[in-house]
């Protein structure tokens, strides 16, 4: 007959299996973040990659990202993050940024600018029957294509704000170790700054919500704020 309406059936991935929710019951282990590593290091190895995603690498792409973090915190000084903090955070990524210059266009040269995830973070990997990472971006190139070092950087910062700063460690040594890619180190506090600013700048937008209640809107204060402590 005739197709009145499509439907998809899926298939749910376990809430227990979450990293997000592992991570609170203290249940992940090393061996996990390397078997994480792994595949994410086989993934930006087939990952695509272009001239023109390649541009996304480049020194004028990368500070307008940068200054857009800044400018769109900019009110939120007093609520999120304090002045002093702002300026410092300013400071290091302007400074990080000229004096590394060459080492970025190395980073495009050599091809490590991909089509990436772009939202790594514990809540979007699942252990189930093979680990699953889920949930990328998709609406917006620009939050996708990147250096993999800031996608590296983005699970290992998530990592620290859980207090699991070892775990951290552990998964990037063991991404380097699949990659090959040693120049990552230098970059990985750079890009875990930005990620955790990216964090920050997010959870403070919610705060314009007027339907959000002051009860909530003071515990997204407190997580604002924790990213840009980190």
């Known amino acids: 007959g ?5 439907a998809v059936k899926m298939r749910r991935l376990l809430q227990e299996a979450m990293m997000d929710v592992l991570l609170a019951g203290d249940k992940v282990s090393p ?3 390397t078997k994480v590593a792994e595949k994410l290091a086989e993934f930006h190895q087939r990952a695509e990659t272009s001239a023109a995603i390649s541009t ?3 020194l ?7 200054e857009e973090n800044f400018a769109q915190t900019e009110k939120y000084i007093g609520k999120t993050i304090s002045q002093q903090k702002y300026q410092h955070i300013r400071a290091y990524t302007n400074r990080f940024i000229t004096q590394n210059s ?13 089509d990436c995830h772009g939202d790594l973070h514990a809540a979007h990997i699942c252990f189930c029957d093979d680990i699953c990472i ?28 859980y207090g699991r700063a070892d775990l951290s460690r552990h998964f990037v040594k063991s991404y380097v170790s699949r990659s090959h890619d040693e120049k990552l180190m230098t970059l990985l506090n750079f890009y875990k700054c930005y990620r955790a600013y990216v964090r920050g700048k997010v959870e403070s937008f919610k705060l314009d919500d007027p339907y959000i209640t002051l009860e909530e809107k003071q515990w997204i204060q407190d997580i604002a704020s ?5």
């Open 2 to 6: 005739e197709a009145m309406e499509y």
């Open 31 to 33: 061996t996990m973040l």
């Open 56 to 58: 996304f690498g480049e």
């Open 60 to 66: 004028d792409t990368i500070n307008k990202n940068a």
């Open 102 to 114: 060459e080492l970025f266009r190395q980073r495009v040269a050599e091809g490590r600018i991909r």
């Open 134 to 161: 889920y949930d990328c971006i998709e609406f917006n190139d620009r939050f996708r294509y990147g250096d993999v070092a800031s996608e590296v950087a983005f699970l290992a910062m998530d990592l620290d704000h």
């Open 226 to 230: 924790s990213y840009f402590d980190l």
